[in-house]
């Protein structure tokens, strides 16, 4: 089946929560069943579940952040080097690459050891998975999920090659390489879930490629792994023009058109084009 635009789900579920108090009145008189009237969580569920492999992503990644919580105040696997632990089995570092360690390599695609960490990876899987696993189905959804996670782990590693007790974790590289995908694909796609406004997918993209570019360039210090996002974004790129061969032509067409409207938004909002068009025509903002 098919799966269904944001859009879609939020209106069903929209209108199920206007008529829940009619509905609750309803099943008062025995006129709706329990099941009518727990519609909206059905809605919510569906709305989940719809992408399936994207889903499935998602609960793995908090069933493996769910596992760290208890191994840590449990330690029912009798660990006596937490840190130790991490870096062999679920943390990715060049040291990891030269020792062929790959384990831990594909590991940390679903790592996480914090909830705000977590909850904001998987606000993007959740939003770019759907728009790529709509288009392309669910096997290469995942496909391409771990290709580009696992690429862009290595493209970090070799990076910090020099550096052999850097390591990074979170599923970010190929949330970023799924990013990548939807933009060629739909880039138009609007996506709500993320800040509630209907946004299209390309305008996330392209701000978190030039967020993670600019602080490449500025060498700026901090936990996220801009080098491993942009392993992401360039791995996707890559395999998507070589796995989905007959989406090239409107591939090259999304990323270009997407590309000139960030640069019209960037024209328009730098250079204050709006105020001076109503000026122009005798007209201001209130």
């Not at 840590?72 to 990715?92: C, P, Q, R, W």
């Not at 970090?156 to 020099?162: G, K, Q, R």
């Not at 974790?169 to 406004?197: H, V």
């Not at 730098?270 to 122009?280: D, K």
Request: overall charge negative.
């Amino acid at each position: 089946m098919a799966v269904e635009s944001e859009a879609e789900h939020i209106k069903k579920l929209i209108r199920d929560l206007i008529l829940l108090p009619i509905t609750f009145i309803l099943f008062l008189f025995r006129k709706r069943t329990f099941a009518d009237l727990i519609q909206p969580i059905r809605d919510l569920w569906d709305f989940f579940w719809d992408a399936k492999a994207t889903a499935i992503l998602i609960l793995i990644n908090v069933f493996v952040y769910i596992f760290i919580l208890v191994l840590v105040s449990t330690n029912f696997l009798g660990i006596g080097d937490f840190k130790a632990f991490f870096h062999d089995y679920m943390e990715d570092g060049p040291k990891n690459l030269i020792s062929l360690n790959f384990f831990p390599i594909v590991m940390n695609l679903f790592t996480h050891f914090s909830f705000s960490h977590l909850f904001g990876n998987m606000i993007f899987l959740f939003v770019f998975g759907r728009v790529v696993e709509k288009n392309i189905g669910s096997k290469k959804t995942i496909l391409m999920y771990l290709a580009t996670g696992i690429i862009s782990g290595v493209f970090s590693d070799i990076i910090n090659l020099a550096d052999l007790a850097h390591f990074e974790y979170g599923a970010s590289g190929a949330i970023m390489g799924l990013g990548m995908i939807a933009l060629l694909l739909d880039p138009y796609a609007f996506t709500f879930f993320a800040i509630g406004i209907p946004t299209p997918i390309f305008i996330w993209v392209w701000v978190f490629m030039a967020g993670d570019i600019f602080s490449i360039i500025l060498s700026e210090e901090s936990s996220v792994a801009y080098f491993a996002h942009l392993g992401g974004y360039l791995s996707a790129i890559a395999l998507s023009f070589f796995l989905l061969p007959e989406w090239r032509g409107n591939m090259k067409k999304n990323l270009v058109m997407s590309f000139m409207t960030i640069l019209a938004i960037y024209f328009i909002w730098s250079f204050n084009v709006i105020p001076m068009i109503l000026s122009y025509l005798g007209l201001s903002i209130a």
